[in-house]
């Protein structure tokens, strides 16, 4: 692979890309509507209601006696959690300025394993964002002063964040052990 710099980079931008994806789980700004003097916040986990006077009152969904999101929109985004750790693993640990794979014909293996793992995870999180940003799209006109909230536009940036991070390290893993071969 490419020298030790591009390498750290790479591990830069893939923890960027995994900040992104837990925000995008954990905050409950999916949705934000306008009704009112009140506020209205969804996620995936819970809703918060805020007055204008600051008062804010934040429960989960089986609390709610609401709808919730689709859970697998949730257990795709906590997939896309869970493989954009194991990637950062296996992506610090098979990148050369680590000395703990000692095995120099393993390292450009771990760092391709990375590299698809970081495809995936990026892929797990557009897909529920997308459901998500087209159900809003489809409500009906009576419901005004609803929109997308940030948690939308985070999972977006962050899951192509984490699918560029992918495809440049297995294209660069792939050409760096075909032309150290030859």
């Known amino acids: 692979m490419a020298s030790k710099a591009v390498q750290m980079v790479f591990v830069v931008l893939d923890a960027i890309g995994l900040m992104g994806v837990i925000a995008c789980c954990a905050l409950p700004e999916w949705i934000v509507g306008h009704y009112g003097d009140l506020e209205v916040h969804g996620g995936l986990w819970m809703a918060c209601v805020k007055r204008r006077t600051g008062l804010q009152l934040c429960e989960t969904y089986e609390s709610f006696e609401q709808i919730s999101p689709p859970h697998g929109s949730r257990a795709m985004t906590v997939i896309s959690c869970t493989l954009g750790i194991l990637s950062l693993l296996l992506l610090f640990f098979g990148s050369d300025f680590t000395p703990c794979v000692q095995n120099q014909d393993t390292k450009p293996k771990m760092i391709l394993a990375a590299g698809v793992g970081l495809i995936l995870a990026g892929l797990l999180v557009i897909i529920p964002v997308s459901w998500h940003s087209n159900n809003m799209r489809n409500i009906p006109v009576l419901v005004v002063g ?15 964040m984490l ?15 075909s032309g150290g071969a030859a």
Do not use: D, K, N, Q
């Not at 609803?146 to 192509?160: H, K, Q």
């Not at 699918?163 to 052990?177: I, N, Q």
């Open 146 to 160: 609803v929109m997308l909230g940030p948690s939308i536009y985070i999972g977006f940036v962050a899951g192509l």
């Open 163 to 177: 699918m560029l991070t992918g495809g440049l390290l297995c294209y660069l893993s792939r050409s760096s052990s």
